[in-house]
């Protein structure tokens, strides 16, 4: 490598470098920023899809120290299933907690985690494996 291009990549290093320092000081700001993000479920609010939305929202306040905050919109406040789906593939919702049965629409491989309710018992189960 000649000194020419030497310089011309410690010069490029140099700017990425300060690109990098410039980010994370953004980053590191200390004005107290906050986020907020809704989560739906269509569930109820004493079914565990709901308990877990919480626990959910609970964890994401705790680790990030309250920067960021989950507000939980349960008993299809903002929708059914199908609509809570269309609405978190638009971009409109970011969580959305339910259980896979109304997502065998959207994405037919997810039906993999509905076969345990085609048996009533374990042992029809064992018969047929």
Same mark, same amino acid.
């Given at each position: 490598?000649?000194r020419?291009?030497?310089?011309k990549t410690?010069?490029?290093?140099c700017?990425?470098?300060?690109?990098v320092?410039? +980010?994370?000081?953004g =980053?590191s700001?200390? #004005?107290?920023?906050?986020?907020?993000w809704?989560? &739906?479920t269509?569930?109820?609010?004493?079914t565990v899809?709901?308990?877990?939305?919480?626990?959910?929202?609970?964890e994401?306040d705790r680790?990030?120290?309250g920067?960021?905050k989950i507000?939980?919109y349960?008993?299809?406040?903002?929708?059914?299933?199908r609509? +809570?789906l269309?609405? =978190?593939?638009?971009? #409109?919702?970011?969580?959305?907690?339910?259980?896979? &049965?109304?997502q065998?629409?959207f994405m037919?491989d997810l039906?993999v985690?509905d076969i345990?309710?085609v048996?009533?018992?374990?042992?029809?189960?064992?018969?047929?494996?």
């Open positions: 490598m000649n020419k291009n030497r310089n410690a010069s490029l290093l700017a990425c470098m300060l690109f320092c410039v +980010l994370c000081t =980053c700001s200390s #004005d107290g920023q906050r986020y907020a809704p989560l &739906a269509a569930s109820p609010e004493d899809t709901q308990l877990f939305a919480l626990k959910f929202a609970e994401v680790l990030s120290a920067h960021m507000e939980v349960p008993n299809s406040t903002l929708g059914g299933d609509d +809570l269309e609405s =978190c593939a638009d971009g #409109d919702i970011p969580f959305v907690v339910q259980n896979t &049965a109304p065998v629409s037919k039906a985690f345990p309710c048996f009533d018992h374990v042992d029809e189960l064992r018969e047929k494996i």
